[in-house]
């Protein structure tokens, strides 16, 4: 079963973070060696980080059906940072790596223990409905 | 798939002999994760050569041969490697005499290694997505990227799982021979678990949003069908083939040109494969009469009354609910429960249903899952409480993960909402 892990922690001004740079490029390692070991595990999907929400758009669709652009936004907005799809044997295996992506290290190595939504992707139905 | 043809295609031939292959090739150099990755590339090679130069007068000893060259090759390689790091002085000792074509080895073939391998790759050291993915590979010859293909996941993603799984089996020290006796029941019961989850899979997809993936579901019906052929006798194995049979015999019936899911009362059943349910029903008219009922049998032989019904209206469910009364007697599963619940509705009225459906919202294995709100939304309108029946669909919609069951429930809460 698949699963997408969301962290949904970006505010619209964030840029990037004031961290000192080794807290920084700590931050960076753990990302990247987590993506690893989803990889080595075999149950990454895909995995993807967005670029800074001070770039973001919200777009609508006119009534001439072009574009109508959003933004800039709200300091407080919350955006999506990233995201990882997993295929696991259970949502508990599931929830196990959001905890793991959810204590990436912050300022001093502290861990940030970020929330990540855990959402299932959808799929095709079991063998017989009513 | 790209191998995907019919059968007596040259991919369907060749991989009929990858077990016969493998087990030649672990037998003499005693790896089976090597040996496995040797295989793959001696069917890659058959691929390409045999199309041109037409098919060896001995597939099965040319496939042995072409592994084995790789398998030497990789020897050679890797001593020539650690000489490079090693003294020669030292390396001499360990440097050890190729082994040799033993000529008769490749005529003669061990049958029982179809059955070998499977108990090594649906192992218990194995989690149920490495099992599934070594056993397509190492006993149904599939690539790994028709694996990843089929699962929707990176080729990459899949490589991985396929070697993890090769080191849990290297790890847990599984020989490569025959469990014994005692054995061998638990194990084969592991073995039919991956080979039905492999066909459901097929069937109805858990990844993705199309219903049906016919490859993985053609494969499982063909692997059980070669567990059927080597242990004729077992009657859980002529009842998973049997169950898997009846059930694919309505794929075709099973979704409308849109994709939409049809359920089993608004089929067409003409569109039903005759075949696949008269060979099902032989399967399973011949297990049952040795008696020993499991619980394949017991689900093929539900699935054959449902076939046997030329229209919905026909269908013996007093014989259906019967079947249940038994599953139910044999597995605390609350989905065997649940179905039972229909068959007693469909019986003795949506009523009753309804009552053993109160018993159900307290287990907390099924308790709150969508499938109990569909049932009940049906047990409602059955009863004319439309409101109620629109309720319970749609909260039967908010909590599916499927997305062909959610299109099929809002459109169940639609049609009643429209209804005047």
Redesign the interface.
């Known amino acids: 079963m698949k699963y997408m892990l969301m962290m949904n922690t970006m505010k619209a001004g964030e840029g990037v973070p004031a961290w000192p740079k080794k807290d920084l490029q700590a931050h960076v390692a753990f990302m990247m060696s987590f993506v690893k070991e989803l990889q080595e595990s075999g149950e990454l999907v895909a995995a993807e980080g967005l670029a800074f929400p001070n770039q973001a758009k919200v777009v609508r669709a006119g009534k001439d059906g072009l574009p109508i652009t959003d933004g800039v936004f709200p300091e407080s907005k919350e955006f999506l940072a990233g995201y990882w799809i997993v295929d696991v044997d259970s949502p508990e295996r599931a929830y196990a790596l959001a905890a793991r992506a959810s204590a990436a290290p912050g300022i001093g190595g502290e861990p940030l223990n970020v929330p990540i939504e855990v959402r299932q992707v959808m799929s095709a139905p079991p063998p017989e409905m009513l | 798939m790209s191998r995907e043809a019919g059968t007596g295609s040259l991919e369907q031939q060749l991989r009929e002999l990858v077990p016969g292959v493998l087990g030649a090739v672990i037998r003499r150099f005693h790896d089976f994760a090597a040996a496995e990755d040797a295989v793959q590339e001696a069917l890659i090679a058959a691929v390409m050569k045999w199309p041109q130069e037409g098919i060896p007068e001995n597939p099965r000893g040319w496939l042995i041969q072409v592994a084995s060259r790789r398998m030497l090759d990789d020897l050679r390689s890797n001593i020539a490697r650690r000489r490079r790091e090693e003294s020669a002085a030292q390396e001499a000792e360990k440097v050890a005499p190729a082994p040799e074509m033993d000529l008769l080895e490749l005529y003669t073939m061990d049958p029982d290694d179809t059955l070998i391998l499977l108990f090594m790759c649906c192992h218990s050291a194995l989690?149920?997505?490495?099992a599934i993915?070594l056993t397509l590979r190492a006993v149904g010859g599939l690539t790994t990227a028709e694996i990843a293909r089929a699962?929707?996941?990176?080729e990459?993603?899949?490589a991985?799982?396929?070697s993890?799984a090769k080191q849990s089996i290297k790890a847990s020290g599984v020989p490569f021979r025959m469990p014994t006796e005692k054995e061998q029941g638990e194990r084969l019961a592991a073995v039919l678990h991956v080979l039905y989850l492999i066909f459901?899979e097929g069937?109805?997809?858990?990844?993705?949003?199309?219903?049906h993936r016919v490859e993985l579901s053609s494969e499982a019906i063909r692997l059980t069908r070669n567990v059927h052929g080597l242990l004729p006798e077992n009657t859980e194995v002529a009842g998973l083939l049997a169950l898997m049979l009846l059930?694919d015999a309505r794929r075709e019936a099973r979704t409308n040109a849109e994709g939409e899911?049809i359920?089993?009362t608004k089929q067409d059943r003409g569109l039903w494969n005759r075949e696949e349910i008269r060979e099902g029903i032989a399967l399973l008219t011949r297990a049952l009469a040795k008696g020993a009922v499991g619980m394949y049998q017991l689900q093929a032989a539900i699935a054959a009354v449902h076939d046997e019904a030329v229209r919905a209206e026909d269908t013996d469910w007093p014989q259906i609910l019967a079947l249940y009364e038994l599953l139910r007697r044999m597995s605390d599963n609350p989905m065997v429960r649940l179905n039972h619940a229909?068959a007693v509705a469909m019986v003795h009225g949506a009523a009753q249903g309804l009552e053993l459906l109160k018993t159900l919202d307290a287990d907390t294995r099924i308790g709150g899952h969508y499938?109990l709100d569909?049932?009940r939304a049906?047990f409602l309108e059955m009863l004319g409480d439309r409101d109620g029946a629109i309720t319970h669909y749609r909260r039967a919609a908010e909590r599916?993960?499927?997305?062909?069951?959610?299109n099929?429930l809002i459109a169940q809460a639609a049609r009643l909402s429209e209804v005047n």
């Not at chain 2, 989690?127 to 490495?130: F, G, K, Q």
């Not at chain 2, 599916?400 to 959610?406: D, K, L, N």
């Open positions: 989690t149920t997505s490495s993915a699962f929707l996941v990176p990459g993603t899949m991985q799982r396929i993890r459901n069937y109805t997809s858990s990844s993705g949003s199309r219903v059930t899911l359920p089993l229909v499938r569909a049932v049906h599916t993960t499927s997305t062909p069951e959610q099929y």
